[in-house]
């Protein structure tokens, strides 16, 4: 039996779905998925950075961004959620 790469090894298929499962439900008229990404991408580094110039930069990117709509992205309401969150924290 092939036990697979070496980082899913001694993992379930249900394990190696969690792990590419997508941060947040897919939605029809969601946001675009790569720019959620890389927003909340840039609002995690500066919280894990601890620079308060990130901090207030990655705040004024949350607090202005206008999401676009696909026809498939991410649940609005769940990153809506996730922004309001973020905003807290880098506060």
Known sequence: MDEGR????GMTILDTMIL???PFLVALRGYDMTQVDQVLQQ??????SGSEVLRASARQVLEQVQFRQ???????????RAVRELLQKLT
Do not use: S
């Open 6 to 9: 070496a980082g899913t090894r």
């Open 43 to 48: 609002a995690d580094e500066a919280l894990a």
């Open 70 to 80: 696909r026809i498939r992205g991410y649940a609005r309401h769940q990153v809506d």
């Open 20 to 22: 590419v499962a997508p």
